[in-house]
């Protein structure tokens, strides 16, 4: 298939490609990445709109034009999910709707929607109700936490009740936290320099002790369900994604593969936690820096709440907190960084890619572009108010900033946990803004963690009860 050429299309119309300068011989623009990705990424636009930068020698293209993002995510078979970034998270997640090729998804998808629909979802949000409220309740009036710390509690605990209707002792979700993060790190490295992923280095040393911990993990919660009495019979009525798994029978006839269930679970114990809760962290450290838009938030949170714990039901009277999320997803988007191979030669910004070359599409990058957003590096949740989006302007289209708001990828493989990640990030936001003040540590730096989900190293705050 990597011989065959692709038709070519015509070039993009009034789009460049364009090279990143400061290229070093060997290491091309491996330091920058690594020491300050962000700040890296976010000046790539003034280069073109298709940039191609240095990973070592090999090159690799970003997206930085909205239009590229929507052509390359809407055709997966020609950008595909392949090469060494997936083949290195094959090996650790499995090949789960997360990681598998273009030739896989669909059919995976199909298994995997029904767990995700309207039903499942309100039962889900009942789960994320009671564990938000007990969260809650564990806060004490003047003390100071490592924020992040406590949401992804939130958020893991959350996951593992809705999605495979087990619980998560505290101590077990500390080892299950400090597991994921290393992962995360690890990947980003190993993605980075894949030459070093064999090395006997303390940090591959503790990559390869969280990807056993969670692996065992995953193995143990899908071990317990399957030793319940009844389970995956044919009677049972699925009401997470788990006994929907253990349910289900392909066409054939048969159960879905013992492995196949451990693949998907794997991948929705850190998708159902490390997403939310990066969301939610991100919008309390925004939220505490601008007390404006915090003190509004109250008003509106305590004025449908009354000091109790969000109901999906109590969403759509709470806007504002929508669009808080929305702000903190678009200034932060967890998925920062999404591969994908060529498998045939095509065109992009007027640059012959041969097949085999990676493509790679930043949320970050083009949910900073001021053409798009005004001021976009300001935290301005009144821009997704309806009556607050221009008639014109620089982007020639009203519904520019909404077509390439993309959090949560585009096209076929958009995620499947976008509505389960929403509702409970803005359910819990709520509850937090009704019941309690945030106050960040005076002179406490807050800085993004270099690893494969964008999320805050360490957010201290004081925690004052309303």
Not at 432 to 446: E, M, T
Request: aromatic share 8%.
């Amino acid at each position: 298939m990597g011989t065959r050429r692709h038709d070519r299309t015509p070039a993009d119309p009034g789009l460049r490609a364009g090279r990143a300068p400061g290229a070093r011989p060997l290491a091309g623009h491996l330091p920058a990445l690594y020491r300050s990705p962000l700040g890296f990424l976010g000046a790539l636009p003034r280069y073109g709109d298709l940039v191609e930068v240095r990973i070592g020698r090999r090159p690799v293209f970003m997206l930085c034009h909205p239009d590229l993002v929507r052509r390359v995510l809407t055709d997966d078979r020609t950008y595909d999910r392949e090469g060494p970034t997936y083949q290195r998270s094959r090996r650790a997640m499995g090949n789960g709707l997360a990681t598998c090729p273009q030739a896989e998804h669909r059919t995976q998808r199909r298994l995997m929607q029904p767990a995700f629909g309207p039903d499942h979802l309100a039962r889900y949000a009942t789960v994320m109700r009671r564990t938000i409220g007990e969260a809650m309740d564990g806060w004490r009036h003047g003390q100071q936490v490592d924020l992040g710390g406590e949401l992804f509690a939130l958020a893991t605990r959350t996951a593992v009740r809705a999605l495979f209707d087990a619980d998560l002792p505290p101590a077990e979700g500390r080892e299950l936290h400090e597991a994921l993060d290393a992962f995360l790190k690890g990947i980003y490295r190993q993605t980075l320099l894949p030459w070093a992923a064999a090395l006997p280095t303390p940090g591959n040393r503790r990559y390869g002790r969280a990807l056993a911990h969670w692996q065992a993990y995953t193995a143990r919660l899908v071990g317990t369900r399957r030793a319940r009495p009844g389970t995956g019979g044919s009677g049972d009525v699925p009401k997470d994604v788990l006994s929907h798994l253990l349910s289900t029978r392909l066409p054939d006839g048969a159960p879905v593969a013992g492995d196949a269930v451990h693949d998907q679970c794997t991948a929705l114990v850190l998708a159902g936690s490390e997403t939310t809760a990066s969301a939610l962290a991100w919008s309390c450290h925004l939220l505490s820096h601008h007390r404006d838009v915090a003190e509004e938030l109250y008003a509106e949170a305590h004025g449908v709440l009354r000091g109790r714990t969000a109901t999906q039901e109590d969403l759509p009277g709470l806007p504002l907190t929508g669009r808080v999320v929305t702000e903190a997803l678009r200034l932060y988007p967890p998925a920062w960084l999404i591969p994908r191979v060529t498998t045939v030669e095509t065109e992009l910004a007027g640059r012959c890619l041969p097949a085999g070359n990676m493509v790679v599409f930043s949320p970050y990058i083009i949910h900073r572009r001021g053409d798009l957003y005004p001021e976009p590096g300001r935290f301005r949740p009144g821009r997704w108010a309806e009556e607050d989006v221009p008639a014109d302007g620089p982007a020639a289209d009203r519904n520019a900033s909404l077509r390439a708001y993309v959090p949560f990828g585009l096209g076929a493989h958009r995620c499947i946990g976008e509505s389960f990640a929403l509702t409970e990030a803005t359910m819990a936001l709520a509850t937090i803004a009704a019941r309690w003040r945030l106050q960040a540590v005076p002179g406490a730096a807050v800085r993004p963690a270099a690893r494969a989900v964008l999320a805050p190293e360490y957010l201290p705050m004081y925690l004052y009860a309303r």
